[in-house]
């Protein structure tokens, strides 16, 4: 199940037990848009196994700035509370499953 990953609830996320996997994005963002559906099929497909979220920059633009997001989307991979990966831009799926399955 993919979750809502707001400046309030984030370091829950960050030190819960499972890996963390945060699309960061944005409304009006055309390519954030397109890869929705994968991050939505990757929530349900990894569920129990990682933590999928998103975090809407413009609510949350703290987030971003810590971890130096310029570009949307950024998709962020958290391991142990640690970022240990990151893709910029619209990615396809194999590319964003490659990643989650070196965080497990």
């Known amino acids: 199940m993919e979750v809502t990953i707001t400046t309030q609830n984030f ?13 960061l994005w944005a409304t009006w963002c055309g390519p954030c848009r397109a890869i929705a559906p994968i991050i939505a099929q990757l929530a349900e497909e990894y569920d129990g196994k990682v933590v999928v979220g998103k975090c809407d920059v413009e609510e949350n633009d703290d987030i971003a700035i810590e971890f130096g997001v310029r ?17 910029v831009g619209g990615q396809p799926k194999n590319k964003i499953e490659e990643k989650i399955q070196a965080l497990l």
């Open 11 to 23: 370091e829950s996320y960050l030190k819960g037990d499972l890996p963390l996997v945060m699309d």
């Open 71 to 87: 570009n949307i989307p950024t998709i962020l991979f958290f391991k142990d509370g640690k970022l240990v990966d990151k893709l």
